[in-house]
């Protein structure tokens, strides 16, 4: 047990004597469990309860409201004109880092002969990453994006310009409606090592309330929603 470890059981241990906690108390184990089983909801407002091309609205203004630029796109050709489009609009390299998502490789890429995509985990040097969203809250205009292969957590901290792609199917109202579909995708207690969740670029007012982006990631975030 490491020292952290030690000071952690100390402290809960401290907390368990104060309110009379032994290890045969069953009843509250019980409720400790009915809570892990059964999610039970907070207060969800109205807004996260609209219809689908509503709750699309909603993303979209919600993005913009923090930074984002947001862009609908219909096909997956106009999705990767998009991003093209973009980097070329910004005087960027045509170069654009990726990690292994099914859904990201099947976009045709073709139609993009000029752009070249590097594969893997970010580095230092890169420019540009794209990322797929495994879905997104409307209620907050908010990404959620996993740790893996498919998509290393470095895409979206390293580069200046992030790109996130999320399908139009696979945006919900709620947070508990997104970590539904989280539970359904990995199971019950496997969710991904991490869990990250973007609604703008990174921006912090630390020093003298001034307005820096890029303080701790990208300084542009653009969303593509395909579909």
């Not at 409201?65 to 050709?77: I, K, V, Y």
């Amino acid at each position: 047990m490491t020292p952290s470890d030690q000071a952690r059981a100390l402290v809960l241990s401290r907390i368990r004597a104060a309110l009379g906690v032994t290890s045969k108390d069953r009843k509250r184990e019980q409720a400790v469990e009915g809570r892990l089983h059964n999610h039970p909801r907070g207060t969800i407002p109205g807004r996260a309860r609209a219809d689908h091309e509503a709750l699309l609205d909603l993303m979209i203004t919600m993005l913009k409201s923090q930074g984002a630029e947001t862009t609908r796109a219909t096909t997956p050709e106009e999705a990767v004109r998009v991003i093209v489009g973009d980097l070329g609009a910004h005087n960027l390299p045509s170069i654009l880092r990726m990690g292994n998502d099914p859904m990201l490789g099947a976009l045709p890429w073709d139609t993009a002969p000029l752009l070249e995509r590097l594969s893997g985990r970010a580095v230092p040097d890169d420019r540009a990453a794209l990322s797929g969203a495994v879905t997104a809250v409307a209620e907050t205009g908010t990404l959620v994006l996993v740790s893996g292969a498919d998509n290393p957590t470095t895409l979206a901290f390293l580069p200046e310009v992030h790109f996130i792609l999320v399908r139009a199917g696979d945006v919900v109202g709620s947070y508990e409606a997104a970590f539904d579909r989280l539970r359904a995708i990995y199971g019950e207690g496997s969710l991904p090592r991490t869990v990250n969740l973007i609604s703008g670029p990174s921006r912090t007012a630390d020093i003298e309330q001034t307005i820096v982006r890029g303080a701790h990631g990208p300084k542009r975030l653009h969303v593509v929603i395909l579909g």
